[in-house]
């Protein structure tokens, strides 16, 4: 098993500084948030994200889908530092500093693109109880620039480095150019490139460019209703997962050394994964509902758990064990959280 080595990993997404407090009614009714949610932020939100922060108990966490997983990946395998890296936009300002010393604190290698146009996006979690409302402002995560960032040679140069690349779905709504230009890069290197579906609105209104990079992806992640809408609007005329991912493993592909393989989550259901020409259920591992205290990190937890045996070369059993075990802490925690050490054997 080769041991990771630094910038093994590549992760390119949307930063987002996740700011967790506990919140009462009133506020949840004064921003007008419903109390377990996830939305973007509309004008009325805006004051939110300055009043947040003068709760007590605030927590900070570098977070945004994409940078979770490879924390996660990261946190999983340890040493060295810096097996992954991590590309998105940020504003310069404060919350920004929080976000560098955080992803630093996780031993991710983030390189920024820092704008001064749009201040950094944030994610706050309004939590009331067991509940979580989530209002993200993207802000400076939609101001990513292949040219300003991805293209400077000493960035380009650490893209070379990495044997496997992560990037969800989420970003095709920022810089579908910038996911191409490193798809490209791994299917002409024969490396290993990742995507996620993310959410249902990306297979319904950004179509077009995930089906650009589709023919790009070695491995495809989902859950049960994202591979449901991503079925509908490929018109495959089935709500069987099993030959969801089927279908989805035989779309056109460039690199034919490696063939595709999807992976979609089901929650406490069987995890389904296309093994050659085969469709196999992988059972998650057994917890108590009442130990779930935050299911939203989850699919980011297993993805990260994946990717710290992918990049050791690892079986793809081996690498979906990886991942429910990620995702079996995560969920027990608030957030995207996680102790010291990992006990994954």
């Known amino acids: 098993m080769p041991t990771p080595s630094e910038n ?3 992760g390119m997404g949307n930063p987002l500084l996740d700011i967790s407090a506990v919140v009462d009614k009133d506020f949840l009714d004064k921003f007008g948030l419903k109390s377990n ?6 004008d009325k939100h805006k004051a939110l994200f300055a009043e947040i922060v003068k709760r007590k108990k605030v927590e900070y966490h570098a977070g945004g889908s994409t940078q979770n997983s490879v924390k996660i990946a990261q946190w999983m395998i340890q040493e060295p530092h810096k097996v992954a890296t991590f590309f998105g936009c940020i504003g310069k300002d404060h919350f920004g500093e929080i976000l560098k ?3 630093e604190e996780a031993h991710v290698d983030a390189h920024y693109y820092e704008q001064n146009e749009e201040p950094t996006g944030t994610c706050a979690a309004c939590i009331t109880g067991d509940n979580r409302s989530l209002v993200a402002n993207l802000a400076a995560a939609n101001c990513y620039k292949k040219e300003k960032h991805l293209d400077l040679d000493s960035n380009w140069e650490l893209v070379e480095k990495a044997k496997v690349y992560y990037i969800a779905g989420f970003f095709l709504t ?3 150019e910038s996911i191409l230009k490193v ?3 791994a299917s002409e290197n024969n490396k290993i490139f990742c995507m996620n579906l993310s959410a249902p609105f990306i297979s319904q ?3 077009e460019p995930l089906m650009k990079v589709m023919p790009y992806v070695d491995i495809l992640f989902g859950n049960e209703t994202e591979a449901a809408t991503f079925a509908k609007e490929l018109g495959f005329e089935t709500d069987d997962i099993a030959e969801i991912a089927h279908k989805t493993q035989n779309l056109p592909k460039e690199n034919e050394k490696r063939q595709r393989v999807v992976v ?5 259901d069987d995890t389904v994964a296309t093994v050659g020409d085969k469709v196999i259920m992988f059972p998650v591992l057994d917890i108590d509902q009442n130990d779930i205290v935050d299911t939203n990190g989850a699919g ?3 993805v990260g758990g994946f990717l710290s045996a992918l990049v050791q070369e690892q079986v793809l059993e081996e690498c979906i064990r990886a991942g429910h075990y990620a995702a079996h802490v995560i969920i027990r925690r608030v957030g995207c959280t996680f102790p010291e050490k990992p006990d994954f054997r």
């Open 205 to 207: 209104f950004f179509r």
């Open 264 to 268: 979609f989550t089901q929650g406490k």
């Open 183 to 185: 798809a490209k890069h």
């Open 300 to 302: 980011d937890s297993f």
């Open 8 to 10: 093994m990993l590549f």
């Open 174 to 176: 920022v810089s579908p």
């Open 37 to 42: 949610d996830q939305i973007l932020a509309e």
């Open 101 to 103: 010393k955080k992803a």
